[in-house]
């Protein structure tokens, strides 16, 4: 059964990508506020059927966390989900640093390019890095939070960390506060494979970590916390 209803729930993610991009598009082809306001739209959609198909639901921990104005999102990356879930509960629509290849993929390619989303060529080494800085400080300015996953892609619960150093590039050439956030995803929503179980995924929000640090003590801190946070997350489950 749960295996069917894995099945299900795959053609209703997919299937809501096609359905929502295409009744947004006529209105996104003009408006990039407008491609930006299909993304929360598509996120309940998934949501949605996430908790009537497969009993999934999420929280959100110490939201306040969040300071007022437009930082640098780290989050732990176990699932597709992570990619999802931000759309609820950050304002305005944040912007994802995400694969250059997604930009690939039909429909939610033209709408993460036309949403300003921000891809990047791993590549690419020194000019990928000021491309994206580039962008991110244009749509840092414009009011959006950058949400990166640190990591570089998903990973199993049982993984050992392996953070990327392009996230300390890009804290100290933005000079913004940096947010970290854990999760345990993985748990209702696997990095890999189509099977799901019900259950409640949780996102924590965890103290910000302020601008101006070196690269190794920021480093240092920004993996200690997610990595504790995700680890508290997981043993209070019994998955850690």
Request: glycine share 10%.
């Amino acid at each position: 059964m749960r295996l069917i209803r894995s099945l299900l729930f795959v053609v209703w993610l997919y299937g809501s990508i096609f359905v929502t991009g295409l009744i947004g598009m006529p209105a996104a082809v003009f408006s990039r506020k407008a491609a930006q306001a299909v993304c929360p739209m598509w996120a309940r959609i998934v949501m949605f059927g996430a908790r009537w198909i497969m009993g999934i639901r999420w929280q959100l921990r110490h939201g306040e966390r969040f300071p007022d104005k437009p930082v640098l999102i780290a989050m732990k990356h176990h699932s597709m989900m992570d990619t999802i879930v931000p759309f609820l509960f950050i304002k305005p629509v944040p912007c994802f640093v995400l694969k250059q290849e997604l930009l690939q993929m039909p429909v939610f390619g033209w709408y993460a390019r036309r949403a300003g989303m921000i891809a990047i060529d791993r590549d690419g080494h020194m000019k990928a890095l000021k491309q994206m800085v580039a962008e991110a400080r244009e749509q840092l300015a414009a009011g959006r939070s950058i949400i990166i996953f640190p990591e570089g892609t998903r990973q199993d619960l049982d993984a050992a960390p392996d953070y990327k150093p392009g996230v300390a590039a890009i804290y100290g050439l933005l000079g913004v506060d940096c947010v970290p956030v854990a999760l345990d995803t993985g748990t209702v929503w696997p990095a890999h494979g189509v099977l799901r179980q019900p259950g409640l995924a949780t996102f924590d929000v965890l103290d910000p970590i302020e601008a101006g640090l070196k690269r190794g003590p920021f480093m240092e801190q920004l993996e200690a916390r997610i990595e504790q946070g995700t680890r508290a997350l997981l043993l209070a489950k019994g998955a850690g």
